[in-house]
């Protein structure tokens, strides 16, 4: 594992993202959106949501000018190289106690896709730093495929709101800029590696031109996304998060390590037992 630069993990700690700019070519850029495109084309059938009280995303989502898709490598290889991308898990394992891969999606944005809302995937307390080492209990990059301008649909941040602990009334911000929010902006290449303890959400897209980036989302190993998405009423998107053994078995050593905790997952919701 290389060293990460102090300032990187300085930056990191004080606005809760970084930004390693330049790291995926052209060539590989585009390589991946021709690849998106041919995943939204197909169709999924999402068994395990016709099974009753299960609820969880569908693979794919059409909402205002915008689609996503979930769990990509169930669907494709083309991306299993992102998993162990070096600049990226260098910082991870610097930023996290035990980095495990749990969600990965992408969304491809056109005009008139408006505000998504501001979130946090997890609290404030989920985020530490003892003895000059950063804990992020659940760690989102960014690799933006398209250039990410202000009024491209770009991510947006609260620098430092990841340690804040006053509550906004968040119901009067829907739409709208929280104080002190900055845009992420960004080139194709560019990758944004976040706690997801920070505040963000999507702007507006006003402009013609296409956006899309690809996300996988890291969490410590000593947390539970079964749970996580039981307790929330998201049982069927663990469906997304895990890979079948058929899967797995493509992957090299890195992307092996940072998918263990799938090795313990059963995915499809189970059948009650006979009365
Ligand atoms: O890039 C964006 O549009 C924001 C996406 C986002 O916040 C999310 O997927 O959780």
Request: net charge negative.
């Given at each position: 594992m290389a060293d990460v630069p102090i300032a990187d993990t300085f930056q990191f700690d004080a606005q809760g993202f970084f930004i390693l700019r330049g790291a995926f070519d052209a060539e590989r850029c585009r390589?991946?959106?021709?690849?998106?495109?041919?995943?939204?084309?197909?169709?999924?059938?999402?068994p395990w949501l016709q099974v009753e009280g299960v609820k969880g995303q569908t693979t794919v989502q059409f909402t205002e000018g915008q689609r996503r898709i979930n769990g990509l490598p169930l669907w494709t290889n083309v991306f299993d190289e992102v998993i162990s991308f070096t600049p990226v898990v260098d910082r991870l394992r610097a930023w996290m106690q035990a980095p495990q891969l749990v969600n990965t999606w992408a969304i491809d944005k056109t005009v008139g896709t408006p505000?998504?809302?501001?979130?946090?995937?997890?609290?404030?307390?989920?985020?530490?730093?003892?003895?000059?080492?950063?804990?992020?209990?659940?760690?989102?990059?960014?690799?933006?495929?398209?250039?990410?301008?202000?009024?491209?649909?770009?991510?947006?941040?609260?620098?430092?709101?990841?340690?804040?602990?006053?509550?906004?009334?968040?119901?009067?911000?829907?739409?709208?800029?929280?104080?002190?929010?900055?845009?992420?902006?960004?080139?194709?290449?560019?990758?944004?590696?976040?706690?997801?303890?920070?505040?963000?959400?999507?702007?507006?897209?006003?402009?013609?031109?296409?956006?899309?980036?690809?996300?996988?989302?890291y969490i410590d190993a000593t947390y539970n996304p079964?749970?996580?998405?039981?307790?929330?009423?998201?049982?069927?998107?663990?469906?997304?998060?895990?890979?079948?053994?058929?899967?797995?078995?493509?992957?090299?050593?890195?992307?092996?390590?940072?998918?263990?905790?799938m090795e313990w997952q059963r995915t499809s919701p189970a059948e009650a037992p006979e009365a």
């Open positions: 390589r991946y959106v021709e690849e998106l495109d041919r995943l939204f084309e197909q169709e999924y059938d999402d505000w998504g809302g501001w979130h946090r995937g997890l609290n404030p307390d989920d985020y530490s730093v003892r003895n000059g080492k950063v804990r992020s209990r659940m760690l989102n990059c960014v690799f933006m495929l398209t250039d990410n301008d202000e009024d491209d649909g770009c991510l947006a941040v609260v620098p430092g709101a990841h340690k804040s602990q006053i509550d906004l009334p968040m119901a009067d911000y829907k739409g709208k800029a929280l104080p002190g929010m900055v845009p992420v902006l960004g080139k194709a290449g560019d990758i944004v590696m976040f706690t997801e303890t920070l505040l963000h959400t999507g702007a507006p897209k006003t402009s013609e031109r296409r956006r899309t980036n690809l996300y996988f989302n079964a749970m996580r998405e039981l307790l929330a009423d998201h049982a069927g998107n663990i469906n997304h998060y895990v890979f079948p053994p058929q899967v797995r078995s493509r992957f090299d050593e890195t992307q092996r390590e940072l998918t263990a905790w």
